[in-house]
């Protein structure tokens, strides 16, 4: 196990609702990202936080947003739910910031998402 | 372009034998490092293994390890001795920027679907 757990494991809404996805990364791990895994297919980077900002953003509209907290924990609100927003929602961990790490991510199980 | 390619959908191979998943991968940083990640039917990534741009050497992890073919682009991953619980969906992923950019995030490829037969 990673130390990375997610809430909801599973979840399902209809098209034009708001959700939201948790995030409590390793311990010690400074820097949160967040993944779209749709079926059958790679993850996608969604965004990136360092010491609670936003540092790196993948090609994702505005209404994905997310906050990291003091303890390093992390949300991604989804707004106005699209079907394509169907996927498996990875959060990864890592310790983050300038430093000669190999940068692996550690990451979660997942929350699973389904749009009616 | 494809900055990730898997080109094998599904693999399969008998159980105590070795196996080799194709990646190949496209970047102008010359600072990068590619990762591979196992993904088995729960939902976690579990990383496996990593090579820098600039490691003389092949990385290796237990029976892991990464054929790193620079000016091919490719980084290959080698399991040796296959056994049963290696079933699994298998990513190939870079980092482009050195590992003291703060940057994390990866790209992925499409993945290979590796089932170990008895």
């Known amino acids: 196990e990673t130390g990375v757990t997610q809430s909801p494991t599973h979840l399902i809404k209809t098209r034009g609702q708001q959700v939201t996805l948790r995030c409590s990364s390793q311990s010690g791990h400074n820097t949160v990202s967040w993944y779209q895994q749709a079926l059958g297919q790679g993850p996608q980077f969604i965004f990136q936080y360092y010491r609670e900002e936003e540092n790196g953003r993948g090609n994702f509209p505005p209404r994905f947003s997310g906050l990291q907290f003091p303890n390093y924990s992390s949300e991604l609100n989804v707004n106005a739910l699209e079907l394509d927003d169907s996927a498996l929602y990875l959060c990864?961990?890592?310790?983050?910031?300038?430093?000669?790490?190999?940068?692996?991510?550690?990451f979660g199980e997942g929350s699973r998402l389904t749009v009616l | 372009a494809q900055k990730i390619t898997q080109t094998q959908p599904g693999m399969f191979v008998q159980e105590k034998e070795a196996v080799t998943l194709d990646c190949t991968y496209d970047t102008s940083d010359p600072s990068y490092g590619l990762f591979w990640y196992k993904q088995p039917s729960s939902g976690e990534m579990i990383f496996l293994i990593y090579?820098?741009?600039?490691?003389?050497q092949n990385a290796t992890e237990g029976r892991y390890s990464l054929n790193f073919q620079k000016a091919r682009k490719s980084a290959n991953l080698v399991i040796s001795a296959s056994q049963l619980g290696d079933s699994a969906m298998y990513f190939c992923?870079?980092?482009?920027?050195?590992?003291?950019?703060?940057?994390?995030?990866?790209?992925f490829g499409s993945g290979t679907r590796l089932q170990v037969q008895p």
């Open positions: 990864a961990s890592s310790s983050g910031g300038p430093g000669r790490t190999t940068g692996e991510l550690f």
């Open positions: 992923a870079m980092r482009e920027g050195g590992e003291d950019t703060g940057r994390r995030a990866l790209t």
């Open positions: 090579q820098g741009s600039y490691d003389q």
